[in-house]
């Protein structure tokens, strides 16, 4: 699909993409949020913290399973009133999040943003291609995708902060009033940009599945998250107990991280507008030299700070690079495309969480760097045949 909207000029489309961009840090802060809360939630909910840490299995689920076949259906709406419906769904999914009054009304309540948070991310980066000019895609993603380094650099940390002052009902009732805030500044500010021309009842968005060069680049984003959350997953256990930083500064190591992050976010950008498919490779090699860095030059405080540096820029660059290259192989039907590379994301995100939690038993805490680098240098072999199928 080509859109060609009234903000089709970089300077346009930059209020718009800006809209988009904290959209993205607050629906991702939404997410994770719930990763800090779990204490005050067991005490709370008279749970246990396995039961609670369901909350993070169930919003995954749900994301994976409702995301795709509701963004086909809703894949020909007009994008500015589906961008404020997701907005005021997820304002109702905190409100009645910060009022549930055990685990399964609080389950229920997140259910609500979980089945809305893929639409957003397919139909967002779709958006934000449209808003600029042909050449300019990887760079309006990554715009975007910065709000995604945003609140995990400032947004959970602020999040779980806040619990001390609110409670964890009150964070879930700011972020609430946050989204209502967003749909209010999208609704004044964002141009019209329509939906995919609705055909054959939305045939012509399922046809993707029948591409095997689609097929295969969302699985590889699925291999890329898995190896990137073996080892992200317990990074902040990697700082104190391999690299030895004090329990009281791994906080700002992470901010570190994030932060650095930032830099990836415009460097993936980049890169993925030249070659979608070589810019994966070239991440995931950075990537792998990162994660298997931290335990490497454990002991050796320049060599940690070097590998956490290029870990962080490669890890939050490959968002964006994952997302275009999807939306690339998927081109007639963007959003859903988008909506399948998060869904795959996802299932990444856990089955890299579940195989580093299997691995610390067997190769201990420094072992699952090494194991998630080599999933990284198999991404890497699989994006690069994956260019050679492609002709690039």
């Known amino acids: 699909m080509s859109i060609h909207t009234a903000a089709g000029s970089p300077q346009k489309a ?39 840490g369901q909350l993070v299995t169930v919003f995954a689920v749900v994301v994976v399973l409702v995301g795709p076949p509701l963004a086909a259906l809703v894949s ?34 997140r259910t609500l943003a ?10 967002a ?54 989204c209502l805030l967003i749909a209010a500044l999208m609704a004044a500010f964002m141009p019209s940009v329509p939906g995919a021309p609705k055909v054959d009842g939305g045939a012509s968005q399922l046809s993707i599945l029948r591409n095997g060069h689609f097929i295969a680049n969302v699985l590889l984003t699925a291999l890329v998250f898995t190896g990137m959350f073996v080892a992200y997953t317990y990074l902040a256990d990697t700082l104190e107990r391999v690299v030895g930083v004090a329990p009281e500064r791994v906080g700002w190591w992470l901010m570190g991280f994030g932060a650095f992050g930032m830099l990836g976010n415009v460097l993936g950008g980049r890169l993925v507008d030249r070659d979608a498919a070589l810019a994966t490779a070239t991440l995931l090699g950075m990537l792998a030299f990162g994660m298997a860095g931290v335990p490497a030059a454990a002991g050796w405080l320049p060599g940690v700070v070097l590998a956490m540096m290029v870990w962080a820029m490669a890890y939050t660059a490959l968002f964006p690079a994952c997302q275009v290259r999807v939306m690339q192989a998927g081109a007639q039907a963007k959003a859903l495309a988008g909506t399948l590379n998060v869904s795959a994301s996802n299932a990444g995100i856990g089955l890299g969480a579940a195989i580093g939690g299997v691995a610390i038993p067997l190769l201990g805490l420094d072992g699952i760097g090494y194991l998630s680098a080599a999933i990284a240098v198999a991404g890497v072999v699989v994006a690069l045949m994956i260019r050679r199928g492609s002709g690039s």
């Open 14 to 52: 930059g209020l718009p993409i800006f809209i988009l961009a904290v959209a993205a840090f607050v629906l991702l802060t939404t997410e994770f949020l719930i990763l800090g809360l779990l204490p005050p939630l067991v005490r709370d909910l008279d749970i246990s913290i396995s039961v609670a």
């Open 76 to 109: 020909h709406w007009p994008r500015k009133p589906l961008f404020l419906g997701i907005l005021v769904v997820f304002a109702v999914s905190n409100g009645l999040s910060a009022i549930a009054t055990d685990f399964w009304s609080l389950a229920l309540a």
């Open 114 to 123: 979980a089945a809305a948070l893929p639409v957003f991310w397919g139909t």
């Open 125 to 178: 980066s779709e958006s934000a291609v449209a808003l600029v000019p042909p050449g300019r895609a990887g760079r309006a993603v990554s715009q975007v995708y910065l709000g995604i380094t945003t609140a995990f650099v400032f947004g959970i940390p602020l999040g779980t902060v806040a619990v001390t002052y609110v409670g964890w009902r009150g964070s879930f009732a700011l972020l609430g009033a946050l």
